[in-house]
């Protein structure tokens, strides 16, 4: 396993890579990384040749310096899970190795698909997000990439992101990591105290709920019922029942509807989001 902290020695590596025509998986994360991340890593050694994940805290994808400040950061915890599994991990000494001297960040055109949900919560995180995603595609070159569909609008995004500046990378999304209780893996539990951490569980909890009845309850009294579930427990932002593809929002569901059911809420101070995808 080979720890890469400049952009010009990545390409070397890729283009040593490349001329013995081995397949790239790549796994985009921002550290802190869990069973949910190596669920991603492993699936990427199943399938490719070379492995490379990227260990970078983007700036351009955090809406409050605070965010930026907090998220926690342990490269030597990481590459001790890594092993064994990455070939290469891409964890860049400055922003410099990204964006240059400048960040100049392009604008993309969802379209509709950053505008609700995340996208009304966390203003301009989904422009950070791609921008630098898409660096990364351009350095690395990958074959396959991994997102973990917990973040499901961002998975959805990416894709399209690939169609507009024309990767020839295939996206591929994995099933969500779950702790016993339920709640969903995630960076962000490490902030959580243990009372907290278990009080979350309320969250996938009221997914599964909504998802069970929602075929037997008018959505606006389910979410109502879902809504009134986390309450005294967690600050809800939102909870939505919206289609898988085009994250339009549903008034009513029928037979054979996709639908993405989304959560965001805050609790000790700590933002968490979670979503079931079900087929009614």
Known sequence: MQLVKFSSHLTQEIEQIKAYNKTIGFIPTMGALHEGHLSLVKAAKDTCEVVVVSIYV???QFNKKEDLDKYPRALEQDMELLKGYADIIFNPKSDVEIYGDEIQLKAYDFGKLDEPLEGAFRPGHFKGMANVVSKFFSLIQPDKAFFGLKDYQQYVLVKEMVKIDGHPVEVIGSPTVRETSGLAMSSRNRRLSPKALD???VIYYTLTYCKQY????????LKE???HMLKNIMQTEYLEFRTA????EYEHLKDGDNVFLSYAGVIEGVRLIDNIVFEV
């Open 58 to 60: 983007n700036p351009t």
């Open 199 to 201: 009080a979350a569980s």
């Open 214 to 221: 929602a075929q037997h309850i008018p959505l606006n009294q």
């Open 225 to 227: 019922t879902g809504l």
């Open 245 to 248: 593809d085009t994250l339009e």
